[in-house]
C-alpha cells in the first residue's frame, strides 16, 4: 500500500496505536515451513540448520552478515515451475531476483530458460555456457551495444519496450546479417493488486506499449513490415508480489483480443504468448502463495478459453518467475551488536548489516519474518524493530517483530525469503562491504560470491 512520504524520509518511528500489533507466535522457537527454505529446522541443541549444516558454523567461517541460500531448495523448485507447464511452454527464470555463475549452471541443468534484463545479466549468463537461444533480453532502455551483444550471441528473443527499440534492433539485426526473434511488450491496463511500484501494466509507466489507443497494435504493425526481424509474439507482465490470478485472466483476454486483431489484419497468428512473471512468495505466515502446479493449470485454462473463444490457435506460453524460485531459499544470517528497549513502545535490535543488504523495506514498505536461530529460548516475546548500522532513521530490515525478551548482543538472528532482490539491489552505502552468498547442500557449504574486501571497494576508486 502506498503512503505519501515526509521530504526528509519515512516518518520517524511510525508508532501506533497499543494494540495495532497482532498476538506474538505462540512459540517464538517455531519456524514456518512457508516462510523458511525447504531443510531448514533446528537441530538438538536449539541451533537452526539448513542443508545440514548449522548457522553457528557458518558465522564462524564465513562472518555475517551472510545470505545463506538452500541449494536442494532452488532446484525443487525450478523443477517444480518446470514440470508443472510441462514442455509445450517456457519457463523463463527472472535473474533480476539474483543471479550468479551457480544459479546460471543450477537453470541449466534444470532445463529453465534464463531472462536477463542487462548486458550484465547477458555475459554472466553466456559466461558459463547458457545457451543463447534460451535466453530472452528484456528492458525499456536496452543500449545498442547491449542489443549488439545480444543480436550476435544469439538469444532466444528480445522484447521489444518501444517504438525506437523496434527500429533499432531490426536495424542490428540487418547489419549483423540476422532475422532477430522478438517479442512486443505491451501495457494491458491492469491494475495488480501489490505496491505500485512494482505493479507494471497500467498505462502510467515506464515499461511496455499501451493497448490503449491503438499504440500496440501499430508496434505490431511497424514490426511486422522489417525485414530484420521475427515478431513471436506478444509480452505482458502485471506486476510483482501477487496473489490474485484475476489480474492475469483481464491481461490474458486483452492480449489475446489483440492476438485476434493482429489475424484480422495481417492474416497472421503469433505464436507465442508470454505472460510475465510476479507471483507473490510468503515473507510472514500471513502470506499464502499458489503452487507452481495450481499456477500452470490457471493460466493455461485461461488462455485456452480466450483463445476458442477467439477462435485462435493456442499459442505457446512463456512464464517468467524469478522470486517465486530463488525467494523462499535464502535467508539473511546476522549478528545482533545492540539491544535498546524504548519505554511504551518498542526495542530496537541492531545487526551488522541493514539497507545496503536489504533495502526493500525502505523501498517498498515490505514485510519480512525474523527469528532468533542460535539457540531457542522461552523468554517472553518483545515487540521489536530489527534495524540496520546505516546513518539511516530509516534503516529497517523488519519493521515490527516479536523476538526473546532475553536477545541478547552477539546472538544470532536471521531474516528469511531474502533470495530475491537482496543480494541483486544491495550497495555500499556508507562504503559498507556487501554479504557473501553462501549455498548449502548435504552437509557442506560453498560460497558463490564472495564477500567484498576493502580492496574490492578502494580498487574502483581510481583517485
Given at each position: 500500500m502506498s503512503r505519501s512520504a515526509?521530504?526528509?524520509?519515512p516518518r520517524h518511528a511510525d508508532v501506533l496505536p497499543e494494540g495495532h500489533y497482532a498476538a506474538p507466535p505462540a512459540d517464538l522457537n517455531t519456524l514456518d515451513p512457508k516462510v523458511w527454505a525447504q531443510t531448514v529446522g533446528r537441530d538438538a541443541d536449539g541451533v537452526v540448520t539448513v542443508g545440514g549444516v548449522d548457522v553457528k558454523t557458518l558465522a564462524e567461517q564465513i562472518g555475517t552478515p551472510a545470505y545463506v541460500l538452500d541449494e536442494d531448495d532452488f532446484r525443487a523448485r525450478a523443477r517444480a515451475w518446470r514440470t508443472a507447464f510441462g514442455p509445450d511452454a517456457d519457463v523463463f527464470y527472472a535473474g533480476k531476483a539474483f543471479l550468479s555463475r551457480a544459479v546460471v549452471r543450477w537453470l541449466h541443468e534444470e532445463g529453465l530458460n534464463l531472462d536477463v534484463c542487462s548486458g550484465g545479466e547477458l555475459a554472466t549468463a553466456l559466461s558459463v555456457g547458457m545457451p543463447a537461444d534460451r535466453i530472452a533480453f528484456h528492458g525499456n532502455n536496452k543500449s545498442t551495444r547491449e542489443i549488439e551483444r545480444a543480436v550476435e550471441a544469439g538469444v532466444g528473443r528480445i522484447v521489444l519496450d518501444s517504438f525506437q527499440e523496434i527500429v533499432r534492433v531490426a536495424h542490428i539485426a540487418?547489419?549483423?546479417g540476422k532475422r532477430q526473434r522478438v517479442q512486443i511488450r505491451v501495457t494491458v491496463g491492469v491494475e495488480a493488486h501489490t505496491h505500485e511500484f512494482i505493479a507494471t501494466a497500467h498505462e502510467d509507466q515506464k515499461f511496455g506499449i499501451p493497448l490503449a489507443g491503438g499504440q500496440a497494435a501499430e508496434a505490431v504493425r511497424r514490426a511486422l513490415q522489417l525485414d530484420g526481424l521475427d515478431v513471436i509474439g506478444i509480452h505482458s507482465h502485471i506486476g510483482s508480489q501477487i496473489f490474485d490470478m484475476s489480474g492475469f485472466e483481464v491481461a490474458a483476454h486483452r492480449v489475446v483480443g489483440l492476438?485476434?486483431?493482429?489475424?484480422?489484419?495481417h492474416g497472421v497468428e503469433l505464436p507465442e504468448i508470454d505472460l510475465g512473471g510476479g507471483l507473490g512468495i510468503a515473507y510472514t505466515s500471513d502470506d499464502d502463495p499458489r503452487e507452481p502446479h495450481e499456477i500452470a493449470k490457471a493460466?493455461?485454462?485461461?488462455?485456452?478459453?480466450?483463445?476458442?473463444a477467439a477462435r485462435l490457435r493456442t499459442p505457446r506460453i512463456s512464464v517468467e518467475p524469478g522470486r517465486a524460485i530463488v525467494g523462499p531459499t535464502a535467508f539473511t544470517l546476522y549478528e545482533v551488536g545492540t539491544v535498546k528497549p524504548l519505554d511504551g513502545l518498542r526495542t530496537y535490535v541492531s545487526v551488522d548489516g541493514g539497507m545496503s543488504d536489504n533495502i526493500r523495506t525502505a523501498l517498498y514498505d515490505a514485510e519480512y519474518s525474523v527469528a532468533l536461530v542460535s539457540r531457542t529460548s522461552d523468554a517472553e516475546p518483545m515487540l521489536t524493530r530489527v534495524v540496520g548500522k546505516h546513518c539511516e532513521s530509516g534503516d529497517?530490515?523488519?519493521k515490527d517483530a516479536f523476538l526473546p525478551g532475553d536477545l541478547a548482543?552477539?546472538?544470532?538472528?536471521?531474516?528469511?525469503?531474502?533470495?530475491?532482490?537482496?543480494?541483486?539491489?544491495?550497495s555500499n552505502y556508507n562504503h559498507v562491504l556487501r554479504p557473501p552468498v553462501v549455498a548449502v547442500r548435504d552437509g557442506e557449504s560453498r560460497v558463490i560470491v564472495r564477500r567484498e574486501t576493502e580492496d574490492d571497494l578502494l580498487r574502483l576508486d581510481v583517485g
Open positions: 515526509h521530504p526528509a524520509g540487418q547489419s549483423h492476438l485476434k486483431d493482429i489475424r484480422d489484419e493460466l493455461t485454462e485461461i488462455v485456452t478459453r480466450e483463445c476458442e529497517i530490515v523488519v548482543p552477539g546472538d544470532l538472528i536471521a531474516v528469511p525469503a531474502t533470495g530475491a532482490y537482496c543480494r541483486s539491489m544491495a
